[in-house]
């Protein structure tokens, strides 16, 4: 769901309060009203709230030059036998895989037919086992839709399934451009490149609607889909908006047909008469540079009569829309002439009409390169003053990954021409290139624009899975205990005869704990000299005085214990690796976060020392991994009845299990907190995953 916010202007007005004539409605009348009302609104509900369904979208987003999964959920309809879905574009945008929750609580994967963003529709279509014929609803023909209408909204708010709620239309035809707006900028409010809601005027209604209800219906009394919800806002109430239901309907019924919609491009934009005092025509709101309809002479401020010889005209903003969509529908190569007015003189234009160019920009990551890059389109090259400059954008760059460290560095806005003197002006051509490990281990050679400069970078990429290997550490000392720092004054305040270090924490086999330190004991002295804390916050002067000493080097401690002295003689053990120094891996196949389970690890759960296993350091929301709920900080011990006892293990279980095909699902057996716990991983997104 898309949220608008709209910035508050009170006015004060005074109140009037006049004598109104009293009516008296009998209650027998009252009562049928209102139970009519409840039978229609029943009708309507049992009609179309049966083939509502929830949609699960996981998308892939780009951040710091790396693909990121995560869910998103909206709402839909069925409008055909053959289960196709009509839904917002915004629901399915990045859209790696589908599914779709129908009302009987059954779930099917789902297939983009097509989408449009400039009236943020899209189908998807159901994909059952066998062939079926579905129940659906019908969009409504016209819009007849009355200020006070009783309206049903249906769909999935915040995800929660099969909901509805009732109110009432406030205006069927609504630009949101506010009494202190200028129309002007409207469409640049609606996107960047593709703005939607260009075409039409939406239908403002009051029944509740939250984030999961975009896409979903706006049902009538007669059960007829009168508007798709898209918008909703932030402050204001229940303030919401929908696409009309017989435009989305004609929408719809293309994408179905040809999975995308054709449109005319003249290269102008409009604008209402209001505030001018004339009443015929609607203003050129702007001319785009380089456009058939600069070509042709159009300026902004001229005043269009006619189109193609017919009168029209736009009083008031909310008339623009209908226009825009006439020019847009206009057949692609035709000539198309203008009746103008400029300053009082009036003449003829003529242009020729061209396809509307596809700008949506299709963003891919490319792990090798540790970047994420876009293919131009028209509309990239313009904002960039670029000619028409093929080639792939630079959108992000992964830190410390190949691109950032190249030899210079790539960065975000630079445009990749060639590799090794080969143009790449396509995803699929970087892949061609650059997709497998280059001969011998040799870097390529990068050609890139950064601004107006041609420069040239040596990288060397990187592919499979990320293990990261980390230096090894020198160990240290270590006596397996953690301690608080007691000083002079506060040994005096808390009654002790002397200050010193009081254990708080003994480590199960640890040198300390071996020779029968236990927690509340205060070492006082190592090897006959005091342990003296340097302040109440930092146990430092503690671990670095054991660190001094030689490992397997034998260390004495004196201790009070409930005032008692005691002494400790005990052979210092090497320090447990630090979890910085354990071997990570990121899987690709999981889109988590995986490392070597270690001694501390082991500590925190209080889990034996033979206890193994890989630790879970982070899931995408979206990837298989985040899909079956496993979380940051648990413990896989088994995948596919297999046991995992390292990171080796857990790659090869995970080809095993895929390899044998068998279920829908893959048994996940992790150890979170104090339980066991079984986790199921679904090979529908283990097989949708990048």
């Known amino acids: 769901m898309r949220f608008i916010r709209f910035a508050a202007a009170w006015l004060a007005v005074p109140l009037v309060l006049a004598a109104m004539p009293a009516f008296a409605l009998d209650n027998a009348a009252a009562t049928a009203v209102r139970s009519s009302d409840a039978a229609r609104i029943a009708a309507a509900r049992d009609r179309v709230l049966p083939v509502v369904v929830s949609i699960l979208t996981v998308r892939e987003d780009y951040r710091q030059g790396e693909p990121v999964l995560s869910v998103s959920s909206g709402s ?7 289960g196709h879905i009509a839904t917002n574009a915004h629901v399915t945008e990045n859209g790696r895989s589908f599914r779709v929750v129908f009302a009987d609580g059954r779930e099917l994967p789902a297939q983009l037919v097509g989408t449009d963003t400039l009236s943020d529709l899209a189908v998807l279509q159901a994909l059952p086992p066998t062939p079926e014929t579905f129940a659906y609803a019908e969009f409504a023909t016209t ?4 200020p006070g209408d009783t309206v049903l909204a249906m769909g999935a708010p915040w995800g929660l399934s099969n909901s509805m709620s009732a109110g009432v239309v406030n205006n069927p035809r609504r630009l949101l451009v506010s009494l202190f707006d200028d129309e002007a900028d409207y469409e640049d409010r609606l996107g960047d490149d593709q703005p939607t809601g260009r075409y039409y005027a939406w ?23 009168v508007g798709v919800n898209t918008r909703g806002t932030l402050f204001g109430g229940d303030l919401a908006f929908a696409i009309p239901g017989p435009d989305a309907g004609e929408v719809v019924k293309a994408l179905v047909a040809k999975g995308r919609i054709d449109r005319t491009h003249l290269g102008f934009r409009l604008r209402s008469l209001k505030g001018t ?22 300026l902004a401020g001229d005043r269009v009569l006619t189109l193609q010889g017919e009168p029209i005209s736009a009083l008031q903003p909310v008339d623009v829309p209908a226009l825009q969509r006439r020019l847009a529908e206009l057949p692609g190569g035709a000539s198309v002439a203008l009746g103008i007015d400029r300053a009082g003189r009036r003449s003829q234009i003529t242009l020729k009409a061209a396809g509307l160019p596809d700008d949506a920009v299709e963003e891919r990551a490319f792990a090798p390169f540790g970047l994420s890059l876009a293919e131009m389109t028209p509309a990239l090259s313009r904002r960039r003053n670029l000619d028409e400059a093929r080639g792939l954008l630079v959108t992000g760059v992964r830190p410390g990954g190949p691109a950032a ?4 560095a790539l960065a975000q806005g630079d445009l990749i021409l060639r590799i090794n003197g080969e143009t790449v002006g396509s995803h699929d051509a970087l892949s061609k290139l650059a997709g497998a490990p280059p001969a011998g281990g040799k870097p390529l050679v990068v050609e890139f624009q950064r601004e107006a400069e041609q420069r040239v970078a040596v990288l060397a990429p990187v592919h499979g899975d990320r293990v990261r290997t980390p230096l090894p550490e020198l160990s240290k000392a270590w006596a397996g205990v953690e301690v608080q720092p007691i000083t002079t004054s506060l040994a005096r305040d808390l009654g002790l005869a002397e200050p010193g270090f009081r254990i708080i924490r003994t480590y199960p086999g640890s040198p300390l704990a071996a020779a029968g330190a236990r927690v509340g004991d205060l070492l006082t002295t190592l090897d006959a000299e005091p342990l003296r804390a340097a302040n109440e916050n930092s146990a430092d002067g503690f671990h670095q005085r054991v660190r001094d000493l030689p490992i397997g080097s034998s260390a004495r401690f004196e201790a009070l214990r409930d005032g008692k002295p005691q002494a400790f003689t005990l052979t210092l053990a090497p320090s447990p690796v630090n979890t910085s120094g354990l071997r990570t891996l990121a899987l690709t196949r999981l889109r988590a976060q995986l490392r070597e389970m270690g001694f501390y690890d082991r500590a925190a759960r209080r889990l034996p020392a033979s206890q193994a296993g890989v630790v879970v350091d982070g899931v995408e929301a979206g990837g298989p991994a985040g899909l079956a709920h496993l979380g940051t900080g648990d413990i896989i011990i088994s995948l596919g009845g297999d046991p995992v006892r390292d990171l080796t293990d857990l790659a090869q279980a ?9 279920g829908s699902v893959v048994p996940l057996q992790v150890i979170r907190g104090g339980e066991t716990r079984i986790l199921y991983l679904e090979r529908y997104w283990l097989s949708e995953t990048p």
Do not use: F, M, Y
Request: aromatic share 0%; charged share 20%; proline share 6%.
């Open 76 to 82: 839909g309809t069925v409008v055909s036998p053959q």
């Open 143 to 146: 819009l007849d839709l009355q």
């Open 203 to 225: 239908i403002q209604h009051d029944a509740a609607i939250a984030p999961g209800n975009s896409g979903g219906p706006l049902v009538d009394l007669s059960g007829r889909i």
């Open 277 to 298: 005092g004339l009443k015929e025509g609607v203003l050129v709101n702007a001319v785009e540079r380089g456009s058939a309809a600069e070509k042709a002479g159009l």
């Open 405 to 408: 460290t190249a030899r210079p």
């Open 654 to 662: 995970l080809d095993k299990a895929l390899a044998k095909g068998n």
